[in-house]
């Protein structure tokens, strides 16, 4: 079994940064993969960032703007948002692949709110 907590969540100018953090626990040597979603009202979840054995991909309405990154003492993955604009608005969740079992973990989630 896999927790997950993020946090980090805030109200931010646009231009503004934030970095969010999810802070794994539990089996945490399965995990293979960590994934940042995000969901705005009436919209469908979306991938924004994955992070695996050190490779990283972005969609592309968050590249160059966005970076995740991992602290494996920590057992925590973050997500360093920058030149935020008010379309990121949307609460933002982690969510961990492990191999065994070949299970999908989500956390809890982070509002992020941007202003105009």
């Known amino acids: 079994q896999v927790q997950l907590v993020e946090s980090g969540g805030g109200l931010v100018q646009a231009g503004g940064s934030l970095r969010l953090s999810c802070a794994a626990s539990?089996?945490?040597?399965?995990?293979?993969?960590i994934g940042w979603y995000r969901q705005a009202p009436g919209k469908q979840r979306e991938l924004v960032a994955i992070?695996?054995?050190?490779?990283?991909n972005y969609a592309d309405s968050v590249k160059g703007r966005f970076t995740i990154s991992r602290d494996n003492a920590k057992n925590t993955v973050y997500l360093q948002m920058n030149s935020l604009k008010p379309e990121d608005a949307a609460v933002y969740y982690c969510?961990?692949?492990?191999?065994?079992?070949?299970?999908?973990?989500w956390g809890q989630g982070t509002q992020v709110t941007v202003s105009s």
């Open positions: 992070i695996s054995s050190g490779s990283t």
């Open positions: 539990g089996s945490t040597f399965n995990i293979i993969t």
């Open positions: 969510n961990a692949l492990s191999k065994q079992p070949l299970a999908s973990y």
